[in-house]
Structure formats: structure tokens, C-alpha cells
């Protein structure tokens, strides 16, 4: 069983990857994830969001147990940036939950 208090950094990394995203940065949980003309900055996290300035997307992912709680905090903020959020189940599968508008 995975802890749910522990960030699914690796489970983030192994999603871009298999979209075909080139994922660079040594962050425990967070990289930069680039393909063609796109850049998102990747965050692995679970209670605690901390989000930064910039005008790059952002896609946060999180056990599918703290995806709720994860949006209301997120929405609760002021962003400058696009952001999406990535819900991902104890088996690997992942869910998109919020996807950023399409123009």
C-alpha cells in the first residue's frame, strides 16, 4: 500500500514520460515537462501547495484522495497561469481532473 502522505513523484514522472513528454530536473517532486512547443512544470504533492510566480502551465499531481481538497486550494488562489491537476490511483492509473481551458 503506498502512503498517501508521500507525493507520487515517480508516478508523475512515469505519465509524461509514456505521453511523450521529454522530462527534465532533479527535484524530488518537481520537473519540467516539454514536448514540441509546450512547457509544463510538473509538481508532485499531496496536502501542502506552495505555488510560485510565472506564466508556465502547471500541472499538479495527487493521490486521487486529495484531488478534491487540491482544487479547492488551488481555485482559493490567485493564478497567473494555467494549471491542471492529475489525480493518480494506487495502481498508476491516473485520471485528469481538471484540465485548463481550451482557447
Known amino acids: ?8 513523484s515517480d508516478e508523475a514522472r512515469e505519465i509524461f514520460t509514456d505521453l511523450g513528454y521529454e522530462v527534465t530536473g532533479d527535484a524530488e517532486n518537481s520537473f519540467r515537462a516539454a514536448r514540441e512547443w509546450k512547457e509544463i512544470d510538473v509538481l ?3 496536502d501542502e501547495v ?3 510566480g510565472g506564466d508556465r502551465m502547471r500541472c499538479f499531481v495527487t493521490w486521487n484522495d486529495h ?3 487540491l482544487e479547492r486550494a488551488l481555485a482559493a488562489e490567485e493564478h497567473d497561469a494555467e494549471w491542471a491537476v ?3 490511483a494506487e495502481d498508476g492509473d491516473y485520471e485528469v481532473a481538471r484540465a485548463p481551458p481550451t482557447a
Not at 1 to 8: D, F, G, L
Open 44 to 46: 508532485a504533492v499531496t
Open 1 to 8: 500500500m503506498v502512503s498517501s502522505a508521500i507525493p507520487p
Open 86 to 88: 492529475i489525480g493518480v
Open 50 to 52: 506552495r505555488t510560485y
Open 67 to 69: 484531488v478534491e481538497r
